[in-house]
């Protein structure tokens, strides 16, 4: 619903080290079985069948840590953090399940050391690296000479920044069945506000363990941490992996942690470590002052977020809605009957919670959640307030039957989430007598199902602009959202039996015509030529003359003659001259310049 837990916020924060690597070979992967290489959101699998939890509550491998002697995953509470003598060390959180022996991918391919390169510094250096290639000693920023050097057969592949991040913002479209708080942590990591939802995965254990184990078995290294502010749990998921911070225990748990642990510029990072802190509590235990005098307040600040002393928001990738229901299977629907149904009492629910606190929907979203991972939303807006389920219905299943590719559920969908972006308090009205509020109540609701069907953008209404540049004189506004100041819009009157001021058709652009000659110096033309047809000009009314709005001008306008023409066939055009005669139209010698004309509308 509307309401969020008032608890002392909880931050599961990820981190995907290897995400390049990984994801190029997903792709290689899916190639090979002659699969389609699609993104994370339609392979990457959440049924209950494909993930098992342990019994003692561990992550799976690689998210145990290091590998110690004999191959032998550390647990999460024995796992020591990287060497302090480089940060490329992050990455290496151990082999996959097998050992270092195991020379033969999940695929039966050949296990080849792999590495995805990146041009910094006018060289090829390591932008990430996968397990084999770290058993070699590679590292990330280690020249691509170096590593060849090193390791003949290495596989190189180039690094691709956007299909990382279309990758990632994948796993955060997937994550967002946890919490509809997720934000980006670039450029490997996302943050989830669990606050007040762990509970219903189990716990925050059961939730990390069930995130966890499906990005790792879909082929993607990942480490995890939760504790009470961002900073403190990125900075425990790199080095314990796994590990839970209690509230009010992050300065404990930091504190052994090195001071690199921290994200700060590697300048403040090789200070600290000149001046003898390495680690976390060793900068904790000098005075803030002093910290803050060498290392600047950005530093002193992000390690009291470290030692849960202080606290910053996150940043989600979507707005948090304002009432949010939905609805889980326990085993996927796939038929369109069943999806409708669920809208249907999702739609019961959903105006049930608002009309509790009095107020309508203005934006609905509707998202399905496959079970492969991909996600659909369908958005509907409203011209006003709507506080009944049955509209709700209907403007879904008009959006529905417009879409040019149908809502395909695959496998089936596991959960349906309907959800209020914007609200806003329904104002009552007398509805019985007033004949004007039932004829506006047909008219938006006819406007919000041609704007479901069509596109909200393509139903507009126009609305008067104080201004008199005729381009700029009426502006096209949504009709769902200006209706009613298009009803109460003050047009200019028109004057009995005289003809109209301005044409009923205008031009978006004015086009180009041609002009022999004309009367000098304000005179107009004797006849021109218009899309290659010439019109002999036989009545005249003007000039109107039009000086554009120099204080909205970046640059020096013309002012413009306007001329109602009347050829011999009777038909009527709107036509102006740009510039004046012997104070605009010149050169950059003084000399008169001829005029250009246009025709900017017809007449009726």
């Given at each position: 619903m509307s309401a969020f837990s008032a608890n002392r916020r909880r931050i599961l924060s990820l981190w995907l080290p290897r995400l390049p690597i990984d994801r190029i070979k997903r792709q290689l992967g899916c190639n090979n079985s002659a699969a389609p290489a699609e993104s994370f959101q339609r392979e990457v699998g959440i049924g209950s069948r494909e993930i098992s939890h342990d019994s003692d509550g561990r992550l799976s491998p690689p998210l145990r840590g290091r590998v110690g002697e004999g191959g032998k995953p550390q647990t999460p509470e024995l796992a020591g953090p990287p060497s302090l003598t480089s940060r490329a060390s992050f990455a290496r959180l151990g082999p996959r399940k097998g050992g270092e022996n195991d020379t033969k991918s999940r695929d039966g391919s050949d296990d080849a050391p792999s590495i995805v390169v990146a041009k910094q510094n006018n060289a090829l250096q390591i932008y990430a690296l996968d397990d084999a290639a770290a058993r070699l000693g590679l590292e990330i920023g280690l020249p691509l000479a170096n590593a060849r050097a090193i390791s003949p057969q290495l596989k190189v592949f180039d690094a691709d920044e956007v299909a990382d991040v279309k990758t990632l913002n994948d796993i955060a479209d997937w994550c967002d069945r946890f919490t509809p708080l997720v934000a980006l942590d670039p450029p490997h990591g996302l943050f989830l506000d669990i606050t007040g939802c762990a509970h219903l995965f189990g716990g925050e254990a059961a939730l990390m363990r069930l995130v966890c184990e499906v990005l790792t078995a879909q082929g993607f290294t990942v480490s995890a941490g939760i504790a009470g502010t961002p900073v403190c749990a990125r900075t425990m998921r790199s080095h314990v992996h796994g590990r839970i911070v209690a509230d009010g225990e992050e300065a404990g748990a930091v504190d052994p942690l090195p001071v690199f642990a921290l994200g700060a510029d590697?300048?403040?990072?090789?200070?600290?470590?000149?001046?003898?802190?390495?680690?976390?509590?060793?900068?904790?235990?000098?005075?803030?002052?002093?910290?803050?005098?060498?290392?600047?307040?950005?530093?002193?600040?992000?390690?009291?977020?470290?030692?849960?002393?202080?606290?910053?928001?996150?940043?989600?990738?979507?707005?948090?809605?304002?009432?949010?229901?939905?609805?889980?299977?326990?085993?996927?629907?796939?038929?369109?009957?069943?999806?409708?149904?669920?809208?249907?009492?999702?739609?019961?629910?959903?105006?049930?919670?608002?009309?509790?606190?009095?107020?309508?929907?203005?934006?609905?979203?509707?998202?399905?959640?496959?079970?492969?991972?991909?996600?659909?939303?369908?958005?509907?807006?409203?011209?006003?307030?709507?506080?009944?389920?049955?509209?709700?219905?209907?403007?879904?299943?008009?959006?529905?039957?417009?879409?040019?590719?149908?809502?395909?559920?695959?496998?089936?969908?596991?959960?349906?989430?309907?959800?209020?972006?914007?609200?806003?308090?329904?104002?009552?009205?007398?509805?019985?007598?007033?004949?004007?509020?039932?004829?506006?109540?047909?008219?938006?609701?006819?406007?919000?199902?041609?704007?479901?069907?069509?596109?909200?953008?393509?139903?507009?209404?126009?609305?008067?602009?104080?201004?008199?540049?005729?381009?700029?004189?009426?502006?096209?506004?949504?009709?769902?959202?200006?209706?009613?100041?298009?009803?109460?819009?003050?047009?200019?009157?028109?004057?009995?039996?005289?003809?109209?001021?301005?044409?009923?058709?205008?031009?978006?652009?004015?086009?180009?015509?041609?002009?022999?000659?004309?009367?000098?110096?304000?005179?107009?033309?004797?006849?021109?030529?218009?899309?290659?047809?010439?019109?002999?000009?036989?009545?005249?009314?003007?000039?109107?003359?039009?000086?554009m709005e120099w204080w909205k001008q970046n640059a020096e306008v013309l002012t413009r003659d306007y001329f109602r023409i009347e050829d011999e066939a009777g038909l009527r055009f709107w036509i102006f001259r740009d510039g004046l005669y012997g104070s605009e139209l010149m050169d950059g010698e003084g000399k008169p310049t001829p005029a250009n004309w246009f025709v900017h509308g017809l007449f009726a």
């Open positions: 590697d300048a403040i990072t090789r200070g600290l470590r000149r001046a003898g802190l390495k680690t976390i509590g060793d900068v904790a235990s000098r005075a803030r002052h002093e910290i803050t005098a060498r290392f600047g307040a950005g530093f002193t600040a992000l390690l009291e977020q470290a030692l849960g002393q202080g606290d910053a928001p996150i940043s989600p990738r979507k707005p948090p809605p304002d009432y949010i229901v939905e609805k889980r299977f326990a085993e996927p629907v796939a038929t369109d009957q069943v999806i409708s149904v669920t809208l249907s009492r999702l739609a019961q629910m959903l105006v049930a919670a608002m009309d509790k606190q009095g107020k309508g929907a203005r934006r609905l979203e509707a998202s399905f959640f496959r079970t492969d991972g991909a996600v659909r939303s369908i958005v509907v807006d409203t011209g006003r307030p709507v506080t009944r389920s049955e509209i709700i219905d209907r403007l879904f299943r008009e959006r529905l039957d417009a879409l040019n590719d149908p809502l395909d559920p695959g496998f089936g969908f596991d959960l349906i989430r309907l959800s209020a972006s914007r609200t806003e308090i329904v104002v009552q009205q007398q509805r019985d007598l007033d004949a004007n509020v039932h004829d506006n109540d047909e008219l938006a609701a006819l406007i919000d199902r041609i704007a479901a069907r069509i596109g909200g953008k393509r139903v507009v209404v126009y609305l008067p602009q104080d201004t008199h540049i005729p381009e700029r004189a009426v502006l096209a506004a949504p009709a769902q959202h200006h209706l009613a100041a298009a009803m109460q819009a003050a047009w200019p009157a028109r004057v009995e039996s005289e003809p109209p001021l301005r044409p009923l058709r205008l031009f978006e652009r004015p086009e180009p015509i041609k002009v022999p000659f004309a009367t000098v110096p304000d005179g107009p033309p004797h006849h021109f030529t218009w899309r290659r047809a010439t019109h002999a000009v036989v009545r005249v009314e003007g000039p109107e003359r039009i000086a």
